[in-house]
């Protein structure tokens, strides 16, 4: 009893410790703010910083499953939501930037026109508006009512964090000036995280008996119905 | 809210002095822009003749941007791809001894050392805007020489049409160039009616101080009327050629940067709008002027041309 009590705690303290590790980035900008630390362009250094954090928080988010079966470390799986809620705020947080202190709107009302012409004409800044939005249904549902509510649906649902991040790591990829190889490693990351999931697929697809398919990869039990993995 | 425009009369830089008095009759018949005529009171300079050798200015919103931000916020790919990069790593680049080898289609080809250069072309301050491709903007107080200035003394043929930059390539003491982000070295270059425009500069300092390694040290092109990337750094070899030379960034993607690298609020990068930028130190955007604001001084050289076509 004791040790389930503990157990309990220990989750919700590592739950806080994330969230409050997630928060870390954000302090820092704001001392970063106000120590004038941001360099010449302090707009650009914000706007990026929150989205190099969306797509390290991103790709920590997909992450997960696969870590969690090369480790046995079913626990884990607790986390990816905290860390996918983290994401959210942070892309929240990177089109407010972009959209209020690079922008000016509302400030400068007319701003929106520009706006709308950059989420319309500019394929960076689409693809970018299109994973925040696909972003929102997924941190909407993401409470235990609607994972019941939703049942097999909600698995098919949030796999649309598939596209998104494909979507977050081309918009990255799509704005830079010459080759960078940050984009590229964004790119490969996700590459080695999707093909993972492909690869534990094919390799169940390919026995007729499932759970005996599962046992060969490292970790023992493929996800609860209700994870996209 | 309304952004308040910059006048368009107060954007001449160096003109002849001739020109330059015509205009301030001009400005004083009209009466309307007297207080931008006299910009660089506010610096508590005359407009001309008590200083000479500083006879560049800007408009009066256009607030020369600080050492520290000119020096620590710089596009310079040989000392790697964020801004930051240059000061960072451009520390162990020696910009003497130097030499600037000037040929090609010239009668009096000649190899310059940069301290006789520097004897020979005594630097005035020359404050411009710099507009980036990348839709930021700053003011810079550079010291340098027109470019004219050396084109005449080595006195181009008639067969002459283009100016051909060539930046050092040192891969030991510019680490950029070890990767394969552009090709190297960076060259650049301008039709010969656009070189010897009063306005094109060769840089050698900012602030009155030596040009620093990271904003291209020891000489650099400064074009105010182009976006940045034109103004080539480190500059070692200047060759007159009868044909259009390369140009780095077109080079590396001919879709979105051109030869002629105007700024243009009309034409847009096929990624990003022109329209405005956003001046370092300034909160919000504010609208991109045609030709940076140098329309009066430069348009002419573009009677005629379609600039949607030559971006």
Known sequence: MSSVISRRWSVRLAHTGIVVAGLVPVAVLISDVLRDNLGANPVEAIEHRMGDWTI??????????????????????????????????????????????????????????????????????TVGFTAFLLL????????????????????????????????????????????RPTAVYHALVLVGLLGARVWRVRALRRSPDAPRAAARLPSPLPGPASDPS | MLIKRP?????????????????????????????????????????????????????????PNSYEDITHYNNYYEFGPDKRDPSEHSGGF????????????????????????????????????????EAWSMVVPWNGFALSKLLGDVQPTSQAKYVAFTTVYRPTEMPGQNTDILPWPYVEGLRLDEAMHPLATLVTGLYGKPLPNQDGAPIRLVVPWKYGFKGIKAIVKIQLTRTQPPTTWSLAAPDEYGFYANVNPEVDHPRWSQKRERRLGEFLRRPTLMFNGYGDQVASLYAGMDLKVNY
């Open chain 2, 94 to 133: 020696r910009p003497r001894p130097w030499t600037v080898a000037v040929g090609g289609e010239v009668h009096k080809p000649k190899t310059f050392d940069i301290d006789e250069m520097l004897r020979r072309y005594p630097a005035e301050e020359r404050i411009y805007r710099l507009r980036c491709v």
């Open chain 1, 56 to 125: 390290w928080l991103l790709l920590a988010t997909l992450a997960v499953s696969p870590l969690r079966r090369l480790t046995g470390w079913n626990g884990l799986i607790r986390y990816r939501r905290t860390l996918g809620l983290l994401t959210f705020s942070y892309v929240c947080l990177h089109f407010l930037a972009y959209l209020v202190i690079d922008q000016g709107f509302p400030i400068q009302g007319f701003a929106i026109r520009y706006v709308v012409e950059d989420i319309l004409k500019r394929p960076y800044i």
């Open chain 2, 7 to 63: 006048n368009d009369i107060v954007s001449s830089e160096i003109t002849p002095e001739s020109l330059y008095w015509n205009r301030r009759q001009f400005l004083r018949a009209t009466g309307a822009a007297l207080a931008v005529a006299f910009p660089l009171s506010r610096r508590e300079r005359g407009p001309g003749g008590e200083d000479p050798g500083r006879r560049g200015w800007v408009g009066d919103d256009d607030k």
């Open chain 1, 136 to 179: 929102i249904p997924l941190a909407v549902t993401s409470t235990k009512g609607w994972v019941r509510r939703l049942g097999r649906k909600w698995k098919a649902l949030h796999q649309l964090i598939y596209v998104a991040a494909a979507l977050g790591v081309l918009h990255y990829l799509w704005q830079i000036k010459g080759d």
